[in-house]
């Protein structure tokens, strides 16, 4: 490691690294420390989520998180692969339904069936059903995972022949189908709306009571800390996400990696280089779906709820607002644009709630949220509802941040395609050659 | 006598168009051969025959003796015949050293798995690594490496693909115009790279080119098509006072095929 000129290089493996040069591997130490300080509720570094989200700002953080793997999965599929999906809902979905099948809370008797009432097809109410098969974490999560792969390959034979805009048709046709069958099949998917039992993350090797990690009640860790359920689980999955995000960048820097980029980039080249088209599509599908299944499977667990209409259009529509946003191909861009746009619609929501307790505040602060909000009375205008059901003009924070990420979209591609990414590259670029060249 | 490839009486058609009417030909080891016609007269269509991406409806394509007919475009890379295209196919959003590492693909065993673990496929990485950094360093390439070829200009990406094509340690190496809008010097020094390749890596070479007097200069031998027909083959001074090959390139009257 060379401090005076961070570009020198010595090795070629030194070249390959995740983390070239000092300056990334000192920012990225400081960053899990400040990440790590944060949730253990570390006061001055607390401060700064309390502001954005609120007092419960870990529960958004972690869902985040949990995107982010998903995020990372997409990104290896459309980003790297340059194959457009819209399917990754439909492979969350089905990691989720893994994970409730195999993992889902015990009840009377063990079955992969749902547990909680439900809905018949005729829409009449049906006998309670039965529950998961209360399976440890450490089988249905590698499960949730590999199931969404093996349907990722099993569809795949439809979706590598395609491209461009016909693949996406062809995956949202699988989003459809995952709805459809979540209503045609309530007693495996649960009642339509209220989902089924949710597996608990808590690490067990068998079905023993007392978990050998238990990340489900406030309470001692290892016998040496106190946490509260949140922190426990945050930090699980946030090593889960590391170690997906190890993953996804060491695919990228070796071969398997490089000939999916190369089929996005020149697929007739590719071949010509080697690169069997169709097998390589498939391993991208079967990655990128292992990703959504996993990340479907602890969404589930997180929510307390599974139910197929969480697995709608809308959220594999998130998934490329996220590559958009962000900057789709990197990795770095990937984690930007999930944090981005998983967490700003939680700050508006917060930012609107923080000015509306200011409307009678009187002063500048008063002005502007008299200005902003509105509570629907006569006279009362602004184009933020803060009243609880409001269709049409003034839209509510809900509908705002639609619109915020309609014109966060059309503004990133048409003057940053590279996302938040290309923001970054151009500052570290600006400063790369400014007084002096390190 | 085996020859490295021999080409046999191929046809291609599209529809009702027909690209190669009938063309053969042979390359032996370490030869450089140079396929020249007018625009149109089928030289790609034959490269994209050689390396599958098109079927040829008749004839026979032998690799050593065997025949390559109905092999997927990958499969033919793997038996060692690397290919340039006309209109650079790079892939744009990768460095150099990727392009160039995407050319080892074949020569590289690492699947999904172990490269996702990377401790498994790190040796390998470093060592084709290494024979990348050589070739860069016999093409002189060296500043652009860790550039997105899309960025590079138009000389230094065809030699990137050079690059790419060398990499995959091919034992017959297609060259699509190499040198087709270039300038002088640029000309001069891809002639110089492609006889280095010759004579440093005994490399045979099937040559597409316009230019000329880079094909008179460094071919061995030459093959003329017109219209996808074999209009002669021979050394560069037969083609040259052929009466065939001289009405297909100035005019003249129309000679009867």
Redesign the interface.
């Known amino acids: 490691m060379s401090f005076g000129r961070p570009l020198l290089r010595t090795s070629y493996e030194a070249d390959a690294a995740i983390l070239p040069t000092w300056f990334q591997k000192g920012s990225a130490i400081v960053a899990l420390l400040g990440v790590t300080l944060m949730a253990l509720g570390f006061g001055p570094l607390e401060a700064i989520p309390k502001f954005l989200l609120g007092n419960t700002w870990i529960n958004p953080v972690t869902i985040t998180v949990v995107f982010a793997i998903a995020a990372l999965g997409i990104n290896i599929l459309v980003g790297v692969t340059g194959q457009v999906s819209l399917g990754h809902a439909f492979f969350m979905g089905t990691g989720a339904y893994t994970a409730v099948m195999l993992g889902g809370n015990v009840g009377e008797e063990e079955s992969w069936k749902a547990c909680v009432p439900f809905h018949d097809n005729m829409g009449l109410l049906a006998e309670q059903g039965e529950c998961g098969l209360g399976l440890p974490i450490w089988i249905w999560l590698p499960a949730s995972g590999v199931v969404a792969a093996a349907i990722g390959v099993l569809v795949s034979p439809a979706a590598v022949k395609v491209r461009g805009l016909y693949l996406a048709i062809v995956t949202v046709g699988l989003v459809f189908i995952g709805l459809h069958l979540g209503r045609m099949l309530p007693e495996w998917a649960g009642d339509f709306e209220s989902g089924r039992k949710w597996p608990k993350l808590d690490l067990r090797l068998w079905k023993e009571e007392t978990p050998l990690v238990e990340m489900t009640e406030d309470g001692k860790w290892f016998g040496l800390i106190h946490l509260s359920e949140e922190q426990k689980q945050f930090f699980f999955l946030f090593s889960i996400m590391l170690l997906m995000l190890w993953f996804a960048k060491n695919l990228v820097r070796s071969r398997t990696g490089r000939a999916l980029q190369a089929i996005r980039d020149r697929d007739v080249a590719a071949e010509v280089m080697g690169v069997p088209e169709f097998k390589y599509k498939r391993i991208g599908f079967a990655i990128s779906s292992a990703y959504a299944g996993i990340a479907g499977a602890l969404f589930a667990s997180l929510n307390g709820r599974v139910s197929p209409v969480d697995f709608g259009l809308l959220l594999s529509v998130d998934f490329i607002a996220i590559l958009l946003i962000g900057g789709a191909g990197t990795i770095a861009g990937t984690m930007l644009g999930t944090v981005f746009v998983e967490l700003l619609p939680e700050v508006v929501e917060k930012f609107t709630a923080w000015m509306a307790t200011k409307l009678d505040a009187g002063g500048p602060v008063g002005l502007i949220s008299n200005f902003l909000l509105t509570e629907g009375g006569e006279g009362d205008f602004g184009p933020i509802s803060i009243a609880t059901v409001a269709p049409g003009w003034p839209m509510s924070t809900f509908q705002w941040n639609f619109v915020i990420y309609g014109v966060l979209i059309v503004v990133f591609l048409i003057f940053e395609p590279l996302g938040l990414f290309g923001v970054w590259l151009k500052v570290r670029n600006y400063w790369k050659g400014w007084p002096f060249s390190y | 006598m085996s020859h490295l490839l021999e080409v046999d009486n191929i046809v291609l058609r599209f529809g009702g168009v027909t690209a190669i009417d009938g063309v053969s030909f042979h390359v032996d080891e370490g030869e450089l051969f140079a396929v020249i016609g007018p625009n149109g007269a089928g030289k790609t269509s034959v490269f994209n025959s050689l390396?599958q991406?098109y079927r040829p409806q008749e004839g026979d394509i032998k690799w050593k003796g065997s025949s390559i007919m109905g092999l997927?475009?990958?499969a033919?890379?793997?038996l060692g015949i690397?290919?340039t295209?006309q209109n650079i196919?790079?892939?744009?959003?990768?460095t150099v050293i990727?392009n160039l590492?995407?050319?080892r693909?074949?020569r590289?065993k690492?699947?999904?798995w172990q490269?996702?673990?990377?401790k498994a496929?790190?040796a390998?990485?470093?060592a084709n690594?290494?024979k990348v950094?050589d070739i860069i360093d016999f093409l002189e390439i060296s500043p652009y490496r860790k550039m997105p070829v899309a960025l590079l200009p138009y000389g230094i990406q065809k030699r990137v693909e050079l690059g790419?094509a060398l990499a995959?340690d091919p034992e017959l190496l297609l060259l699509d115009e190499p040198a087709a809008g270039m300038n002088l010097e640029e000309t001069e020094d891809m002639a110089r790279f492609i006889l280095d390749i010759r004579e440093e890596l005994g490399i045979a070479m099937i040559l597409v080119e316009h230019d000329m007097g880079l094909v008179m200069d460094i071919a061995d031998r030459i093959l003329v098509v017109d219209f996808g027909k074999p209009i002669g083959t021979g050394l560069p001074e037969e083609v040259q006072q052929n009466p065939d090959v001289i009405a297909a390139y100035l005019g003249g009257d129309f000679v009867d095929l």
């Open positions: 390396s991406v997927r475009p990958d033919v890379a793997e690397a290919r295209f196919a790079l892939f744009g959003q990768m990727d590492l995407m050319g693909h074949i590289m690492g699947n999904w490269n996702m673990l990377w496929s790190k390998e990485e470093m690594r290494e950094e790419r995959m």
